[in-house]
């Protein structure tokens, strides 16, 4: 496997290291308080070219590949994860399905937007009753006169009720009910659709300033064209749209361990005790000396995953042994950075506090830890 990173992914990593130093992390503390969506940065991001990376610029996207846009979720993660969720739910949830299955028309008329950061996409796929087992969806959409009629309820989706959320691709079931049919398709809803709503915002652990809410659909109608690729699909459509879903979070989880050993590195060379920076001490240099290991491997992880699916090989089983992989590794690498900080740590002004907040959910979202393993599990032939 080459190990270089192209001129362009290095570009992208530098213009994205910039940025997230220069223009996110002044603010991230505070928008993590207010729990304010970053609008602002948002549109900042839109303008660098970052809200459409892997999509062809035929499309309005960057025309980059898998792992210019895994360095560039890597790099916002290092600084703040509610800006790197919003861009990586937004790129892999919310435009992949419409770029991967959508018609002429659909593409035409929401990529542009999508990619240039004007609207926000988002992925509705959980359900109150239907999360890791996400086949198990009760949303119903029904055939009428050249509408479809949704009716159901979707839980924990990101991206859909800021004021730029645009659209929402969602899976429901298309059968009629009849004994042991079960067909599911996706659908697009615009936001603005009649009968369909967003709850309020979720109070949460961390992520506080990405939009996560509840999504419910009551009679709701949208034209027969909404149909996201073929009737009957949809299960095999958000399997595919997962598994490239997987790859940004896992560069989320190791953006956020090296932004957490970075914090606990600069701080254990200030920080004295004893007489001498505690970075001296032989107890945090293994720490460090380990964070710093288990990051790299993990990093390799992601970018192989990455690799392979610009290649066109199967990497259903790399993206799920990385998003397992940097999930765990971000939870340890934050507790750790946090320890290295002593009572700071547990003060909010230092941003470790937040990432060993904002670290947990990557054992969760995008199927959790116990799912990745069953994905493994299953490739490995067991
Ligand atoms: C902040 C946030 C943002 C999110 N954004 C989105 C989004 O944009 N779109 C979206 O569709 N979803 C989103 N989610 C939902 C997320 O993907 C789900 O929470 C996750 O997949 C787990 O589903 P669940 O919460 O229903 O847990 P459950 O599926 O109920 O799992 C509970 C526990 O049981 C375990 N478990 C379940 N089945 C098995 C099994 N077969 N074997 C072993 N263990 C098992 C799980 O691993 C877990 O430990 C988001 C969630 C959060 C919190």
């Known amino acids: 496997m080459d190990f270089e990173l192209t001129p362009e992914q290095e570009l992208i990593r530098r213009t ?21 969506f970053p609008y602002g940065i948002v549109a900042e991001l839109g303008k660098l070219g970052l809200m459409g990376i892997p999509f062809p610029q035929s499309c309005g996207g960057g025309g980059g590949d898998t ?28 435009t992949q399905p419409v770029y991967l299955y959508g018609s002429e028309q659909q593409k035409s008329e929401w990529l542009p937007q999508l ?54 691709s969602i899976t429901a079931l298309t059968s009629d009910g009849t004994e042991g049919e079960r067909e599911i398709s996706n659908l697009i809803v615009a936001n603005g659709t009649p009968g369909y709503e967003q709850g309020e915002p979720y109070r949460k652990m961390g992520w506080n300033a990405s939009d996560t809410r509840p999504l419910t659909f009551s009679d709701c109608r949208v034209l027969e064209q909404n149909l996201l690729g073929p ?18 979070v896992a560069a989320m989880g190791v ?44 990093r390799l992880l992601v970018y192989r995953a990455a690799r392979e699916k610009d290649a066109g090989r199967n990497f ?43 670290a947990k959910i990557l054992t969760i979202g995008e ?7 069953m994905v493994i599990a299953r490739a490995l032939g067991a």
């Open 316 to 358: 259903s089983l790399s993206a799920a042994q990385a998003k397992l992989k940097t999930g765990r590794l971000a939870v340890r690498c934050a507790e750790e950075a946090v320890q290295i900080h002593g009572g700071y740590g547990y003060i909010e002004e230092y941003p470790v506090c937040r990432f060993y907040r904002d």
């Open 255 to 298: 953006g956020l361990a090296q932004g957490a050993l970075d914090q606990a590195l600069a701080y254990a060379r200030e920080r004295r005790a004893f007489g001498q920076p505690i970075s001296r001490f032989q107890a945090i240099q293994m720490k460090l000396a380990d964070m710093s290991t288990e990051i790299e491997a993990a």
């Open 367 to 373: 199927g959790t830890d116990e799912v990745q393993q």
């Open 67 to 94: 792992l210019a846009y895994a360095l560039a979720v890597e790099e916002l993660a290092r600084v703040d994860s509610s800006v790197a969720i919003t861009v990586c739910a937004h790129t892999s949830l919310g």
């Open 231 to 248: 009737r009957g699909a949809g299960f095999k459509q958000f399997l595919h749209v997962l598994d490239i879903g997987r790859i940004g």
């Open 16 to 36: 994205v290291r910039g940025f997230a130093e220069g223009e996110i992390a002044p603010v991230a503390e505070e928008l993590d308080r207010t729990k304010a």
């Open 115 to 168: 990619c240039s950061g004007q609207r926000l996409g988002a992925f509705g796929l959980t359900e109150p009753e239907a999360g890791s087992d996400a086949g198990a969806t009760r949303t119903r959409a029904r055939l009428q006169d050249g509408q479809w009629v949704i009716n159901g309820a979707k839980q924990f989706i990101t991206n859909a009720g800021t004021d730029i959320s645009g659209m929402v």
